[in-house]
């Protein structure tokens, strides 16, 4: 059965601090892992993804960390603003060129100055 | 960035009623979507829709659930009639390409089933 697993379902962190959010699958198949924010009354938005052939992406304050053999993932936002509080959405890709996407249940992030 | 609009924002209906979604995609893109979201739950995928046609659709996408796009108009979900168990967030998306392209999403339509 495809299923992303993601945790916790919220968090709450001081200005500066760093979040982590987790993410599992397990369906082998998968083959591209994008992480979504959705900030209230706005619509989720594409914020950093990763492929399996890599381990690691960087972008900004916000990293991907890829774990193929356990397969988890994970996003860590650095230097965590107020501003990044919304709710954060890992997912993850199949069906070759006709594409969905699998969607963990979400986490709300709290940054608190 | 690109976005994507989705009209009503908010549908309340009686159950057995019919419903129609609206969703107006980024004018260039060629791949459209839709997800259900129960509250509190995951948003889930229910059909992708390309060059007219569906392209592949989940268990959730029931019989009485049917998606068009007639003349490069709206992108729209029909459901005929509506049940109790479909109240819930639907969010569509679109793309310009198939496979691991990027998705851009509208806000969603609540939809309540009374």
């Known amino acids: 059965q495809q299923q992303v697993r993601q945790s916790p379902q919220s968090l709450t962190v001081w200005e500066g601090e760093t979040a982590i959010l987790n993410c599992s699958y397990e369906d082998s198949t998968f083959d591209y892992f994008p992480w979504y924010h959705q900030f209230p009354g706005e619509s989720p938005a594409l914020l950093i993804a990763?492929?399996?052939?890599?381990n690691k992406k960087e972008d900004g304050r916000f990293t991907i960390f890829f774990n193929k053999r356990e397969k988890k993932f994970s996003l860590h936002i650095a230097d965590s603003q107020p501003g990044d509080s919304a709710t954060y959405f890992c997912?993850?890709?199949?069906?070759?060129?006709?594409?969905?996407?699998?969607f963990g249940k979400g986490t709300k992030l709290s940054v608190k100055s | 960035g690109p976005k994507v609009l989705q009209i009503p924002s908010h549908q309340i209906i009686d159950m057995g009623q019919m419903v129609t979604l609206n969703c107006d995609p980024v004018?260039?893109?060629?791949?459209f979507y839709w997800y259900k979201q129960i509250l509190g739950q995951q948003m889930e995928f229910l059909v992708n829709f390309y060059n007219g046609k569906v392209m592949e659709k989940s268990k959730l996408f029931k019989d009485q659930f049917s998606v068009e796009r007639p003349d490069g108009s709206y992108f729209t979900l029909k459901i005929q009639p509506t049940a109790l168990e479909d109240s819930a967030v639907y969010f569509c998306?679109?793309?310009?390409?198939?496979?691991?392209?990027?998705?851009?999403f509208g806000p969603g339509t609540r939809l309540t089933v009374l």
């Open positions: 997912a993850a890709h199949s069906g070759g060129s006709n594409a969905k996407l699998t």
């Open positions: 998306a679109s793309s310009l390409e198939g496979g691991d392209a990027e998705q851009f």
């Open positions: 004018s260039n893109h060629l791949y």
């Open positions: 990763i492929r399996p052939v890599s």
